[in-house]
C-alpha cells in the first residue's frame, strides 16, 4: 500500500523488513535465555532475569516497533491491515450482497453496507449444487483438522511434559467442533489447534534444567484465560494495532518456530547426520540402533517433509495437503515394518513406556 508514496525503496524496506525480523526473533531469544544464564552483569538478581525471560517477546515487538517508527520514519514497511471498526470485512456493492466492494463494482465510491453477522445457508444464489459440491473440500478441511487437533494434543500430553491433569482427547475436539459451526454460521475465523503456540506456552509455563528438560509445569486456566481476554480487550485499539509493523510480527513468529525445534527429535536427529559418533547426545535411539538405520528412518522422515511442504505451496495441489498427511499414517504403520526391525522404530518414535520397558528388558537378558 506504501509503493505509490513518493520516494519509496523496495530496497530499503526490504533490508528494513528482513532487520526488524530478525532482531525481533534474537532480542527474543536472547532475553529467553536470562532465565538460566549464569551472566552477573546488569541482570543479577534471579527474581529480575526472570522477568525479563517472562516478557521476552513483548519486549522484543516494543523495542522494534520503536526502531521501526521512530530510528527510521522515512522508510515505510508494511503494518498490519486493521479495519477501522469492528463488523464482518465483507463490504456489499448493493443491498442484496452478492457483490464485492471494490473489486466487482469499481465504479462505486464506496460500499452499500458490511454483510450481516448471520449467513442465510438457504441463500445459494441458484447454485443449487453447491452443498454437494462442498463434500469434497469440507471433508479434506475435516481431515486437516481432525490430525492438527490430534497432533497438537499428543504433542502437549507427551510424558516429558509431566501433565497431571489429563489429556480430555474427546472433549477438545468437540469444542473445537461446535466451535467451528459456530463460527462458520457467523463468518469468523474457525478455531483451530495452534501447535507451536501451543508448545511455546506449555514450555513458558516450565521450570527446566540445566539440560532443557522439564522439572515442573504450572498447570493452569488462567493463563488462557488472560490471554483470550486481551485479545477481546485488543477490540478497543484498533488504531494502535495498526502500527504494528508485519515483520516485527514475522521475527515472532520465526522465534515461536526456532525456540520449539529444541524439543523436536526430528530436528536433533538432522542435526546428527552431520555430526561425528562421538559428539551425538547419548539418547536410546543413539545408543541401541545403528548409525546405518538412524540415517535410513531419518531419510524417509525427511523426504515426507519436503513432499508435503511441496505439495502444500503449489497452488494446483495444495487442496490434497489433508489427504497427504494421512497417507503418512499407513506408510508408518504398515510400510516401515517391513523394512525395519521393530526395536529400532520403538526406539526412533515409540512412547517412553515402550522404550523403558524396552531397554529393561534388554538389560535382563544381559544379566
Known amino acids: 500500500k506504501n509503493e505509490n508514496e513518493e520516494g519509496y525503496s523496495h530496497i530499503a524496506t526490504g533490508i528494513l523488513s528482513l532487520g526488524l525480523a530478525l532482531g525481533t526473533a534474537s532480542l527474543a531469544s536472547l532475553a529467553m535465555m536470562l532465565r538460566t544464564t549464569t551472566y552477573r552483569g546488569f541482570v543479577c538478581s534471579d527474581s529480575t532475569r526472570t522477568v525479563f525471560s517472562s516478557l521476552s517477546v513483548t519486549l522484543a515487538i516494543f523495542t522494534f516497533i520503536v526502531v521501526d517508527h521512530f530510528l527510521f520514519p522515512t522508510i515505510k514497511t508494511e503494518t498490519l491491515n486493521v479495519p477501522d471498526e469492528y463488523g464482518p470485512t465483507f463490504t456489499c456493492c448493493t443491498q442484496d450482497c452478492r457483490t464485492y466492494w471494490p473489486d466487482d463494482c469499481p465504479d462505486i465510491d464506496a460500499p452499500y453496507w458490511r454483510r450481516y453477522f448471520l449467513i442465510d445457508l438457504t441463500d445459494l444464489n441458484g447454485n443449487g449444487w453447491v452443498p454437494i459440491g462442498a463434500i469434497i473440500p469440507a471433508f479434506l478441511a ?61 514450555h513458558a509455563m516450565a521450570d527446566k534444567n540445566k539440560d532443557g528438560k522439564i522439572e515442573l509445569l504450572r498447570e493452569t486456566r488462567l493463563t488462557g484465560l488472560f490471554v483470550h481476554l486481551l485479545m477481546l480487550c485488543s477490540l478497543l485499539f484498533l488504531p494502535w494495532l495498526k502500527l504494528i509493523p508485519v515483520p516485527v510480527l514475522y521475527g515472532v513468529f ?16 538432522i542435526q546428527m547426520l552431520f555430526m561425528h559418533p562421538s559428539r551425538c547426545p547419548e539418547t536410546p535411539y543413539t545408543s541401541y540402533v545403528d548409525r546405518k538405520t538412524l540415517r535410513f528412518y531419518t531419510g524417509i522422515q525427511l523426504f515426507f517433509f519436503v513432499l508435503l511442504y511441496a505439495i502444500k505451496s503449489i497452488e494446483i495441489t495444495a487442496i490434497w495437503f489433508p489427504v497427504s498427511i494421512a497417507i503418512c499414517i499407513p506408510v508408518r504403520r504398515f510400510l516401515l515394518p517391513k523394512v525395519m526391525a521393530r526395536n529400532a522404530l520403538v526406539l526412533l518414535d515409540g512412547e517412553d513406556h515402550e522404550i523403558e520397558k524396552f531397554i529393561h528388558d534388554l538389560d535382563i537378558e544381559d544379566f
Do not use: C, E
Open 142 to 202: 475435516f481431515v486437516l483438522v481432525f490430525l492438527d487437533d490430534g497432533i497438537t494434543l499428543h504433542l502437549m500430553n507427551h510424558p516429558s511434559h509431566k501433565l497431571t491433569h489429563g489429556d480430555a482427547y474427546n472433549l477438545n475436539t468437540l469444542i473445537i467442533g461446535v466451535m467451528i459451526g459456530i463460527n462458520s454460521l457467523l463468518g469468523f475465523p474457525w478455531l483451530v489447534s495452534a501447535t507451536v503456540r501451543s508448545l511455546a506456552h506449555l
Open 254 to 269: 520465526l522465534y515461536m518456530g526456532i525456540s520449539s525445534l529444541n524439543t523436536n527429535q526430528f530436528y536433533g536427529r
